[in-house]
């Protein structure tokens, strides 16, 4: 896999989800696609604009409102946005001189289902 190719979390399952935690070990293939969104998650502007796009109000959000809540340069809100892009977060799609980006529920559902066992495995 290449630097710039999108994680898909789970797409050589069978039944297009990963194993949870609980229940299954990953692989080693698992386990670096899994590290790669994680390492995404784990700054604090990423949670942040993955949090403003997630919440927004009609599923999407352009570039020019998510930059002015960070005291952070246009390029470096976009270096954000691209990791959550590669990490196969968040879509995003151009229009005119603007893009706007929208929350990618399949990724965020299988991150879940990674991260959780079977309703019995908790008990």
Not at 22 to 42: I, M, S, W
Not at 91 to 107: C, D, F, I, K
Not at 111 to 117: E, H, I, R
Request: glycine share 10%; proline share 7%; hydrophobic share 40%.
């Amino acid at each position: 896999m290449s630097k710039q190719e999108p994680v898909l979390l789970g797409q050589d399952c069978a039944d297009g989800c990963c194993p949870a935690l609980l229940t299954t070990p990953l692989d080693e293939e698992q386990a670096t696609g899994l590290a790669k969104v994680f390492k995404a998650l784990g700054d604090p502007v990423r949670l942040r604009l993955l949090s403003m796009i997630a919440s927004r109000a009609g599923g999407e959000i352009c570039v020019c409102d998510l930059t002015p809540a960070f005291g952070l340069s246009q390029p470096t809100i976009s270096h954000h946005l691209k990791q959550l892009r590669l990490a196969g977060l968040i879509g995003s799609e151009r229009r005119g001189t603007w893009v706007y980006y929208r929350l990618l529920p399949a990724a965020t559902g299988r991150l879940a289902a990674v991260l959780t066992g079977p309703a019995d495995a908790a008990l």
